[in-house]
């Protein structure tokens, strides 16, 4: 019998400029951490382009501050800013 | 449902632009079963259990830090009032600066900054262990970098202890040339109803009413504040009460879930959100600056109270509603050196000595962190706190005063501190001792509970 593991949801947040290739290298990091990616939305907030990818962490093979490392990099290579956040954080401040 | 982009981006931006953290989670720790006779036996008792758990508290912050993506500024502990765990020992002021010193040492092994409790209880009267403790203070917070003092001398239920107040004077002024630059006194806060539970230095200490330990946490600082009001110029004060009121809820809801989840990786209770807006002199992060883009012109300038008033009254509202826990101070605080807006509203003049002690009568915390001339008179400085003190015995409320009494310096010049603890441009004060009052000593009674016109 397979132990479920719980799902450990994330969000990471991009903030900068639109350009080619974001989802597919943020796809491709996640990936290689084995971490699933489970929705993913953006728009366009005060001139600004903003996408939230919600990510499943609790299978993730690096622990949670070399996954950080690495969005660090991405973001660096494509001018952008990259945050990741347990769920939680955004449900305890937005939901009464 | 899952939640949306737009909060989403509204919670990161308070990360990325305004300074959006958990100010503090501090550590309560009870000492009082490591009480002995022997001084070497308790030291070690003490000491282990102030490494061992201030270890676990760095791991359990650094952990949850990683985790939720919110920075964790700083980690402390608070103990048992030290005067309480002296009263078995030796009376000999040796006794008292060596358990300091082995706080000190021990919060320096679990890379602790602060740890706070080296102080006493005498609202009422003191026992010989208190007035000990009192008069080690000036060796003991001089011989120690990270060893934070407290006194609660008035209570609305006891009055005010007017023979510990007139200590105060001496002993600050003490401390003060004891310790380079008078930085010392930065490490020391007298109390009107002192809060057992409240997670900021220097107060901070873990009262006798708590449980072994209990994590207390202190909200993000006013950062955030500062920037829902300044993109909110042209609504009325009613709905400006409104839009703090939801800032507050989101910041203190963050600020419960982390204390929360360092509790429970610590398998230690959770005790109380602290919801005082707490500044630090990082640019933007300032409670004058509040006030300012509140509309008032300078902080200090007429107006200020009224709208320090609409400030505090929505933070209490939001926090309330955002949780059950709220505790500790859970006001504003306006202390001068650690507040960039204050520096420059005292150096230019709009906000002086008596303007600050009128805005403490509505904030919770009292006259902070400022600094006054080296050579005002030690009984000035005790009526000084007589007089905060007061404001709080007879409005039923937290006041503190943490004075310091710049050694060398007259107003108008900057005490520079360095670090948390910023710089303190020296306030004028009118040297008037007043031997009269101050050698009668005794009690203040505790104000008449009725009557309240």
Not at chain 1, 41 to 67: C, I, W
Not at chain 2, 285 to 309: C, F, H, N, Q, Y
């Amino acid at each position: 019998m397979s132990r479920q593991t719980r799902p450990q949801v994330c969000i990471a947040t991009v903030i900068g400029k639109d350009r080619v290739g974001i989802i597919a290298r943020l796809a491709v990091t996640f990936a290689r951490a084995n971490v699933n990616i489970l929705d993913v939305d953006q728009r366009v907030m005060e001139d600004t382009f903003v996408m939230t990818m919600a990510v499943d962490v609790s299978g993730a093979n690096v622990p949670l501050t070399t996954l950080k490392k690495r969005l660090d990099k991405v973001a660096k290579a494509l001018d952008l800013q990259i945050t990741l956040h347990d769920e939680r954080i955004f449900e305890a401040m937005h939901r009464v | 449902m899952r939640i949306s982009i737009e909060e989403v981006y509204e919670t990161v931006r308070m990360t990325l632009d305004h300074h959006f953290d958990i100010r503090t989670v501090t550590l309560g720790m009870n000492l009082k079963d490591c009480m002995d006779r022997d001084l070497a036996r308790f030291s070690a008792r003490i000491a282990e259990r102030i490494v061992q758990y201030g270890i676990r508290l760095n791991e359990a912050a650094d952990q949850i830090e990683q985790r939720y993506g919110i920075p964790i500024t700083n980690r402390r502990i608070a103990v048992t009032p030290v005067a309480i765990l002296l009263e078995p020992l030796r009376r000999d002021i040796r006794t008292a600066v060596h358990i300091a010193k082995v706080m000190d040492r021990a919060a320096r092994k679990a890379r602790i900054d602060f740890i706070g409790g080296f102080g006493a209880m005498v609202q009422k009267g003191m026992t010989a262990a208190d007035q000990l403790l009192m008069d080690a203070i000036p060796q003991a917070l001089s011989a120690t970098r990270r060893v934070c003092g407290f006194l609660n001398l008035a209570s609305s239920a006891a009055g005010i202890n007017m023979d510990a107040v007139a200590r105060c004077g001496p002993m600050l002024k003490d401390l003060a040339y004891r310790s380079k630059t008078g930085v010392g006194c930065a490490k020391i806060a007298v109390f009107a109803n002192a809060p057992e539970d409240n997670p900021f230095m220097a107060g901070a200490h873990h009262g006798i009413g708590e449980p072994d330990f209990s994590i207390n946490v202190g909200i993000s600082g006013p950062g955030v504040v500062r920037n829902v009001v300044a993109q909110n110029p042209d609504c009325d004060l009613t709905e400006l009460s409104e839009v703090i009121k939801r800032t507050v809820f989101k910041i203190t809801r963050a600020g419960e879930l982390i204390g929360r989840q360092i509790a429970s990786t610590m398998e230690v209770p959770f005790g109380i959100v602290d919801i005082s807006l707490a500044p630090t002199t990082a640019a933007g992060d300032s409670v004058a600056r509040i006030i300012e883009a509140m509309g008032v012109k300078a902080m200090g300038a007429p107006g200020t109270t009224a709208a320090l008033a609409l400030l505090i009254d929505a933070v209490k509202k939001g926090g309330a509603m955002a949780s059950g826990n709220v505790g500790g101070l859970s006001g504003c605080f306006i202390p001068v050196s650690e507040d960039a807006g204050m520096i420059e509203a005292v150096q230019k003049g709009s906000l002086g000595l008596e303007k600050l002690e009128a805005l403490t009568s509505i904030c919770s915390v009292g006259l902070d962190m400022f600094a006054v001339p080296g050579d005002t008179d030690p009984q000035v400085i005790s009526a000084i706190i007589a007089d905060e003190l007061a404001i709080g015995v007879v409005n039923q409320k937290t006041t503190g005063v943490r004075i310091i009494p710049a050694p060398g310096k007259k107003a108008g010049q900057v005490l520079h501190m360095g670090g948390l603890l910023g710089s303190a441009p020296v306030m004028d004060v009118a040297n008037i001792a007043s031997p009269g009052l101050l050698n009668r000593g005794g009690r203040i009674p505790a104000p008449v509970q009725s009557l309240r016109n």
